[in-house]
């Protein structure tokens, strides 16, 4: 029975040799694998992709998994399982990263963006590929009203919000004597007033169902603040007091807040930066390198998932050791 439903089950998945998910979840294999060694490499590999897609439908099999409900691998193995994200900004850069690592775990989502261009397009086909749910939206997230409209288009797509992630912001650098007020206000309302855009707009649903996650994206800047940065600074650490508040406004309501502070991120926005300002960076991070994109995303999905369903009120520094 087993050698049979090999064949139906093998058409649906597609296994990573190196994955150590895979071979956790099949313990069995470790002794097969032993038991092998003689033959050549090859017929050895042969064998043991065929032992390992076998005790996978063994497993499923006693399971009582139906195959007709198993889509894709995240399916057995998602962080985020069945659950819904709102990523804001997430067109490019960080918020794109985490809208795939999501949707790799299992998440539906909608993301926003100022316009939904090719690049965003092109995002939107990249979360499809995970085989979730994944819609765009253009919408500014500084704007209270848009905010409103464009939250309830997506619980009226998605059903419910399990997710929000305020990760659009925008710098507009200068030291604070040049520094004018239009500077001040745009970065403000980008920054920080699109989370409280998105947090009122989304709590209300939250409540309803007595549990929610949102991501603050703050910056290592709005914990120690940062010369000629004076807006984008002040606008992080109210991202950091803002979630605080919000965890322990809504913590009986099962809502958690926490704020992710990068540290030096290769994105668009840092690369914009002179090469000389660059290395002057990296020199300063103790595992001298600028951080990735995923290194943010596989926080953010932490602070998303369970895993992290006892965690309220946190930032996490994603730095490289940058300040400690
Ligand atoms: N890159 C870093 O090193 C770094 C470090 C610390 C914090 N951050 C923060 O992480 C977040 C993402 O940064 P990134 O480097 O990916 O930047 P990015 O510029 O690559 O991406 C930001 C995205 O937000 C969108 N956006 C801007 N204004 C918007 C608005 N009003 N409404 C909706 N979307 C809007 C942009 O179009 C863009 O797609 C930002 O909040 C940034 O401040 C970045």
New binding site residues.
Partial sequence: MLINRYENYSSKYKFNNNSAANILSLPGLVIIRHSFTPFTKFFRKSLEEVSRRIIFAGLCDLAGVKQKQLKHKSDIMGLLDGKVAIV?????????AIALKFASEGADVAF????INEA?EETVKEIEAFGHKVKAYA?????FEQTHEVVNQILADFGKIDILVN?????KDGLMLKMSEAQWDAVL???LK?AFNFIHACIPSMMRQKSGSIIN?????GVHGNASQCN?SAS?AGLIALAKSIGQEMGRKGIRANSI??????????QALPEDVRKQWIEKIPLRR??T?ED?ANVATFLASDMSSYVSGEVIQVDGGMNM
């Fill in positions: 804001t900004g997430a067109a490019r850069g960080i918020g794109k926003t963006d100022l316009v965003a919408s500014n997230a500084a704007d990760n659009a912001g925008i710098t309302n980008v920054n699109s994206m703050s910056s290592v800047v984008y992080k502070a990068p540290g030096f991120i290769d994105t668009p926005m840092t600028g951080g994109v943010i």
